[in-house]
Nanobody
């Protein structure tokens, strides 16, 4: 199994920046796509960004030009650099990964517990 731990959330003023981290642990053989989702209070969970193993990236329109997703395969860690933050970015941010473990060598999907990002004056 795989455990994901998000960190880096907090309170930031509009226009500020935060860098989120997602550290994966467990009997990991390989991690495929890594994605960041977010969920605001009373809202649906939405995809923010995702990155493939070869670092091909995809962003939701609202994140383009402001957010950057990256990964360090050697460390089994992904990051989300968030710049020019807006109040509407306020949400719990979740890490999501596709991974193969040595327990059964099956591709499975895993979620982190989330880290809260609050953008407010």
């Amino acid at each position: 199994q795989v455990q994901l731990m998000e960190s880096g959330g907090g309170l930031v003023q509009p226009g500020g920046s935060l860098r989120l981290s997602c550290a994966a642990s467990g009997s990991i053989v390989s991690i495929g796509i890594i994605a960041w989702y977010r969920q605001a209070p009373g809202s649906e969970r939405e995809l923010v960004a995702r990155i493939s193993r070869d670092s091909t990236t995809l962003y939701t329109e609202s994140a383009k030009g402001r957010f950057t997703i990256s990964r360090d395969n050697a460390k089994n860690t992904a990051y989300l650099q968030m710049n020019s933050l807006k109040p509407e970015d306020t949400a719990v941010y979740y890490c999501n990964v596709d991974a193969i473990t040595s327990t059964d060598y099956r591709l499975m999907n895993y979620w982190g517990k989330g880290t809260l990002v609050t953008v407010s004056s």
